[in-house]
C-alpha cells in the first residue's frame, strides 16, 4: 500500500508557459512525458463510490496497472488517500488482485466482481517533472491535458499536481506559492474520479473558488497539523 499526499490544482492550457517559466528556475532531477488512458469500474449502483472507494486500470505503452484507492481525506488543500497498485495483463478488472480485507462489508468480492462495469474513461497527456528541493524533498509536478469521457459526453481535464515522493509536506507548499505567483491557477478539491462521477450522473457541480498566495500563506501557518496528517499511518 502506498499514500499519496498531493495539492491538485486546476489550470488553463496557457498556464503550461508559466509553468515551464517556473520549473526552469528549479532542480528537475528526471523529466518525462506520456500518454496514459484509464478506465473506472464499478457497480451499476455505484456500491464501491458509496463506499468512497475508486477502481481503475491505467494504460500505457503496453502495460496495465489496476490500481485500488480507498477512504483518503483532503485537509486545507492537502490530498491524502491509500492506494493499491497491481500490475495486470487486460482492461479487465480483476478484484482478486488486492487485499481482499480492503472492500466493504455488505457484498462478497465474487458479487462484486460479476457486477462490475465500465462508468467512466479519462485519457490524457501527462507531462511530468521530479523537482530537487532546497531542503532535500523531492517533488512530482504532474502537468495532464485531456479528457474526462462517459458516454458520448466529455469534460476537459486541464490540472496541475504535486506530490510529495520523499521528504518534508512544507515543499509542496514553498513549490505551490511559486507556482501561484503569476496567477491562473485554482486549487482543486476534486479528483479525475470525482469529475468522472459527476459526467455519468449529469451532475456539473459547482465553481472551484480561487486560491491565491495569501490562502497559501495561511496553509503554511497549517504546517504542524498538515505535518501530523502526512505522517499518520
Same mark, same amino acid.
Given at each position: 500500500?502506498?499514500?499519496? @499526499? ?5 489550470? $488553463? !492550457?496557457?498556464?503550461s ?12 532531477? /528526471? *523529466? ?9 469500474f464499478?457497480? !451499476?449502483?455505484?456500491w ?18 489496476q490500481?485500488?484507492? #480507498?477512504a483518503?481525506? &483532503? +485537509? ?5 488517500? !491509500?492506494?493499491?497498485?497491481a500490475?495486470?495483463? $487486460? ?6 488482485? *488486492?487485499?481482499?480485507? @480492503?472492500? %466493504?462489508?455488505?457484498?462478497?468480492? =465474487?458479487?462484486?466482481q460479476? /457486477? ?11 507531462? /511530468? ?27 476537459? @481535464?486541464?490540472? &496541475?499536481?504535486? =506530490?510529495?515522493? $520523499?521528504g ?39 465553481p472551484v473558488?480561487s ?6 500563506? @495561511?496553509? #503554511? +501557518?497549517?504546517? %504542524?497539523?498538515?505535518?501530523?496528517? $502526512?505522517?499518520?499511518?
Amino acid at each position: 500500500m502506498e499514500t499519496e @499526499i498531493e495539492l491538485k490544482f486546476f489550470v $488553463s !492550457p496557457d498556464f503550461s508557459e508559466t509553468l515551464l517559466s517556473k520549473i526552469a528556475e528549479t532542480k528537475v532531477l /528526471q *523529466h518525462s512525458c506520456r500518454e496514459l488512458g484509464n478506465t473506472y469500474f464499478d457497480t !451499476p449502483d455505484n456500491w464501491l463510490r458509496q463506499h468512497d472507494i475508486g477502481l481503475r486500470i491505467r494504460r500505457f505503452d503496453d502495460v496495465f496497472v489496476q490500481t485500488m484507492k #480507498t477512504a483518503g481525506r &483532503v +485537509v486545507a488543500g492537502l490530498h491524502q488517500r !491509500p492506494e493499491f497498485n497491481a500490475e495486470h495483463t $487486460s482492461n479487465d478488472p480483476d478484484l482478486a488482485l *488486492h487485499p481482499l480485507d @480492503i472492500y %466493504p462489508e455488505g457484498r462478497s468480492v =465474487e458479487e462484486l466482481q460479476a /457486477q462490475l462495469v465500465p462508468i467512466f474513461a479519462t485519457d490524457f497527456t501527462r507531462e /511530468q517533472w521530479l523537482i530537487g528541493m532546497a531542503d532535500g524533498s523531492q517533488v512530482e509536478v504532474a502537468f495532464d491535458q485531456g479528457l474526462v469521457s462517459s458516454g458520448d459526453k466529455t469534460y476537459p @481535464i486541464c490540472e &496541475v499536481e504535486l =506530490e510529495l515522493k $520523499s521528504g518534508q509536506t512544507d515543499a509542496l507548499f514553498t513549490l505551490a506559492r511559486a507556482f501561484c505567483e503569476a496567477g491562473g491557477i485554482r486549487l482543486g478539491n476534486l479528483s479525475k474520479a470525482a469529475r468522472g462521477y459527476r459526467l455519468a450522473a449529469d451532475y456539473a457541480g459547482d465553481p472551484v473558488k480561487s486560491w491565491n498566495w495569501w490562502t497559501l500563506r @495561511i496553509q #503554511t +501557518v497549517l504546517k %504542524p497539523a498538515l505535518f501530523n496528517l $502526512s505522517n499518520t499511518p
